[in-house]
């Protein structure tokens, strides 16, 4: 059974500071994708990883792709109070045509002002 | 509208009762997914359509759940004789269903079984 784990589940930080959360696997995943979602909303797509070792920026918000593709990092640097949520992330297994994504359990961010 | 809408977007019912929510994916997405989600926590995969094949439902928790997608663009998941343990916040998504499975919500429909 594939799983990814998130870690930490819950983090709370004032705002200035930086923060990394991990999504870890034993699993290889063909492409990795990461979701913000705010109370009452649906999770919202930020980046999608797919090459080993890939590395992407979104204005403070950088995300790597672990080389073998079992794990991501997201780094959050000044963390602002707009970038509190819950963050997920999901990969998308190499076999087989079925589409679903295997899903973290989230890491719940607070930024304090 | 732009994106996937879903409806009603809050549903209190009483035990027993049976529900019905709706999902309207974004025009020419080919894939479409219910996902439910407990306070605070991950998405738990209920089922997934993916253009005219048979839906996989291996996710639906008993055979109380059932979903149908119509012409293949809305759905509708059915939830027969409701239990507290319903009570979550579902959620539908969809998706191109290209080379990348990136998937696009709704805003969720939040469920309560009184």
């Known amino acids: 059974t594939q799983l990814l784990e998130q870690s930490p589940q819950f983090l709370s930080i004032q705002e200035g500071e930086n923060l990394t959360v991990y999504c870890n696997s034993s699993?290889?995943?063909?492409?990795l994708q990461w979701y913000r979602q705010e109370p009452g909303e649906g999770p919202v797509l930020l980046v999608t990883v797919v090459t080993g070792g890939e590395v992407k920026k979104l204005k403070r918000l950088t995300f790597q792709f672990g080389d073998a593709r079992k794990d991501s990092s997201l780094h959050i640097t000044a963390a602002q109070p707009g970038d509190t949520g819950l963050y997920l992330c999901a990969g998308e297994s190499s076999a087989g045509n079925n589409r679903k994504l295997i899903w973290g359990l989230g890491t719940s961010l607070a930024v304090n002002p | 509208g732009a994106g996937v809408s879903q409806s009603p977007s809050n549903k209190v019912t009483e035990k027993g009762k049976d529900v019905e929510l709706r999902c309207d994916p974004i025009s020419g997405h080919t894939a479409l997914y219910w996902y439910r989600q407990s306070l605070g926590q991950g998405l738990e995969f209920l089922i997934y359509f993916q253009g005219n094949s048979a839906p996989d439902k291996s996710g639906l928790p008993s055979d109380r759940f059932s979903a149908e997608r119509t012409g293949g663009s809305v759905s509708t998941l059915t939830i027969q004789r409701t239990q507290q343990e319903d009570s979550a916040v579902y959620l539908c998504?969809?998706?191109?269903?290209?080379?990348?499975?990136?998937?696009?919500f709704g805003p969720g429909t939040r469920l309560t079984v009184t």
């Open positions: 699993s290889v995943f063909s492409s």
């Open positions: 998504a969809s998706s191109l269903a290209g080379l990348s499975n990136e998937q696009y």
